[in-house]
């Protein structure tokens, strides 16, 4: 029986805290996002409690070791310890956190291991703490940093998903051209603006910018953001984003 136990506990485990919500009277659901393991769900006993050690440990976009068993989809969470330094989220950076965090809760499965995505998250997360630093120190509000920061995140989460979103060639696997107007359509990609009436329009060159990584021409920041919100709520359904609407409201990010 004791073997059987080990095979279901991890300890030592790099987690991201991704959301709480109560359970009973006096515990916490734990949303979990594992380097090895993916998106898991755990119980934190206790952790309601105003004197819980664990209570204070429930901090989002701070890497932590987390200890854990259960064969079910619901797991116990035994223990959270710091893991790495400091990462200080506020103002539009922290919404574009929250932003991130409600995307991998709502389009990641769970116990779906991705650990490249989960490299990527912890250094999109360091990147946005950069850019904020960097906004407050010019004690302006220029949110076309962190818009990118988001484009790239949004477009590395579709891929690692699996969803093809492609960027170089069209439908029919044509070399995409520059200065050609496309309509994209999820699930096929490019075609031609007269082969269908869905999707969005967009230039050639946002597709081969945003291929290469290349953000910096305006079109490509306006056209990739409506690109991306249109492949989003294909894949998300019709129940919306909470924090989308925040970030329209801040600086259309």
Request: net charge neutral.
């Amino acid at each position: 029986m004791a073997i059987s136990i080990n095979l279901h506990k991890h300890d030592n485990q790099p987690v991201y805290v991704l959301h709480t919500y109560p359970f009973k009277e006096t515990s916490l659901v734990v949303e979990l996002f594992s380097q090895q393991f993916g998106r898991l769900a755990a119980v934190a006993k206790g952790a309601r409690r105003p004197h819980s050690a664990m209570r204070g440990m429930l901090q989002s976009f701070q890497m932590l070791s987390g200890a854990w068993s259960g064969k079910n989809e619901l797991k116990t969470l035994h223990s959270l310890n710091w893991n790495a330094g400091l990462t200080l989220l506020k103002g539009e950076a922290l919404m574009c956190g929250f932003y991130m965090n409600e995307l991998l809760l709502r389009l990641l499965p769970r116990e779906d291991a991705h650990e490249s995505l989960f490299a990527y998250y912890d250094a999109t997360l360091k990147t946005l703490a950069t850019e904020q630093r960097l906004i407050d120190g010019q004690n302006a509000s220029d949110g076309k940093s962190l818009a990118i920061t988001l484009r790239r995140f949004e477009l590395k989460l579709l891929q690692e998903m699996g969803y093809a979103v492609p960027l170089l060639t069209d439908e029919n696997d044509v070399a995409i051209v520059a200065d050609k107007a496309y309509r994209y359509e999820a699930e096929y990609g490019a075609c031609d603006l007269n082969a269908t009436k869905n999707g969005v329009q967009l230039n050639g060159t946002t597709l081969l910018n945003m291929a290469n990584d290349d953000y910096a021409d305006s079109q490509t920041q306006n056209q990739s953001k409506q690109l991306m919100r249109y492949l989003l709520t294909h894949y998300l359904g019709d129940k919306p984003l909470h924090t989308r609407q925040l970030l329209i409201d801040l600086q259309g990010l």
